[in-house]
């Protein structure tokens, strides 16, 4: 037969298991803070854009290029044409035919939003099928952290 002793001593016994609670409570807390600051980090991020190094499609027997020169002067093929007849001169020159794909060359030194414009006039003329050239170049580096 067992019999426990009792020896007096007033201890309480050692549990041997954690709380979790205040660990949820701080797990949560972190993930509050890390759902609203993330949106907020990723707001006005800079573009730097890299360059093209995928391999160039096969170039058509007679391509329609339509060039905007860095002081906004269009042209199709090598005839330069204002911008208010530019539905006539791509008539003109694709015979009519609205499903050309018309390749589009810009300078460097033109801005996004005449590019745009331009992109614009081209579709409101009917011309949705647009390619845009661009000269081959090497991989970007990384920019540093």
Do not use: C, W
């Amino acid at each position: 037969m067992a019999a426990k002793l009792d020896h007096g001593g007033d201890d309480l016994e050692e549990t041997h298991e954690i709380n979790v609670t205040p660990f949820i409570d701080v797990i949560l807390v972190l993930l509050i803070i890390f759902m609203v600051a993330a949106p907020l980090a990723t707001v006005d991020m800079p573009v730097d854009l890299p360059a093209s190094t995928a391999t160039p499609a096969p170039r058509p027997d007679k391509p329609l290029f339509l060039t905007l020169q860095a002081g906004g002067t269009l042209a199709v093929g090598e005839a330069t044409v204002a911008p208010e007849a530019l539905a006539a001169a791509l008539d003109a020159a694709s015979g009519g035919n609205r499903d050309e794909r018309v390749f589009l060359r810009a300078d460097k030194a033109v801005s996004y939003g005449a590019l745009t414009e331009v992109m614009n006039r081209l579709r409101a003329a009917g011309y949705l099928k647009i390619a845009l050239v661009g000269l081959e170049g090497a991989p970007a580096a990384a920019p540093a952290p």
